[in-house]
């Protein structure tokens, strides 16, 4: 047994403690953005469901989850988002009664629903936000070189 196996377990509940210790700071909506690869991982999908678990556990009512495709050839990406999809169908099947999903694809299309009533979970396969913080830089630059905004004056407002 390695020391990072030992450990974990350890740390998994001591953040169990702080958490239950400060209950009504719960959040209502929690998000996660992954990597592809986070889920091709052997135990990636198994870990995303534990702590999908743990978060209905500690009364968290919304999950959002990203996940961005890094490949970026067409049908490629289509073959990644399909892969995931099927994988994230069988292991979600898995989750707690009342445990509801939308998985969306990258152009935000609906490809697959299960109903819940109490716990619901959103995937966006390919729709990592790369996109969006790129545009929002570019636009922040653009407002810089036109002497609209001083560099020193860019913030998280501006994005």
Known sequence: MDLLSFAYPVYERYLTWQIAREFS???RHVAIILKETDLFDPEGIERLTSTLNIFRKF???IVSVYVDILKTDPALKAEVISTLKAKLEKNFSSL???TGYRIYGAD?????IAPGNDFLVYVSLG????DEIMRAVLTILE????GTVMP????EKNA
């Open 25 to 27: 700071n719960i959040p």
């Open 108 to 112: 935000g299309e609906v490809n697959s």
């Open 59 to 61: 009364k968290v009512q």
């Open 152 to 155: 020193e004056e860019v913030d």
């Open 127 to 130: 729709f990592g936000g790369r």
């Open 96 to 98: 707690h009664a009342g």
């Open 143 to 146: 407002e810089v070189k036109a």
